[in-house]
Nanobody, 113 residues
Framework: QVQLVESGGGLVQAGGSLRLSCTAS????????MAWYRQAPGKEREFVAF????????TYADSVKGRFTISVDNAENMVYLQMNSLKPEDTAIYYC??????WGQGTQVTVSS
């Protein structure tokens, strides 16, 4: 069973950037589809980004398209979420996930206006 630990969250001003990292352990994720979700206060958890292991196909929520980039480093067993042009509405806890299998504990991202 793979375990996931997110890091890289923090406080940033609107327009700034952050890179979230997700460290996977327990087994290789080289053949595993991965995704990021987020949950803002008082809201349901929502999809952010997905990457398919077989061909590195990616897809994004409309709200982050063009600003966020998901990537995988198989050698390091890591998943990343590069977030640029951040907005206050991006404030949330961000979760790394193997869809339908397991979740990390989340990392807080706060964007000030």
């Amino acid at each position: 069973q793979v375990q996931l630990v997110e890091s890289g969250g923090g406080l940033v001003q609107a327009g700034g950037s952050l890179r979230l990292s997700c460290t996977a352990s327990g087994r290789s994720i080289s053949r595993t589809n991965m995704a990021w979700y987020r949950q803002a206060p008082g809201k349901e958890r929502e999809f952010v980004a997905f990457i398919r292991s077989s061909d590195r196909y990616t897809t994004y929520a409309d709200s982050v398209k063009g600003r966020f980039t998901i990537s995988v480093d198989n050698a390091e067993n890591m998943v990343y979420l590069q977030m640029n042009s951040l907005k206050p509405e991006d404030t949330a806890i961000y979760y790394c996930t193997v869809p339908s299998i397991t979740w990390g504990q989340g990392t807080q991202v706060t964007v000030s206006s």
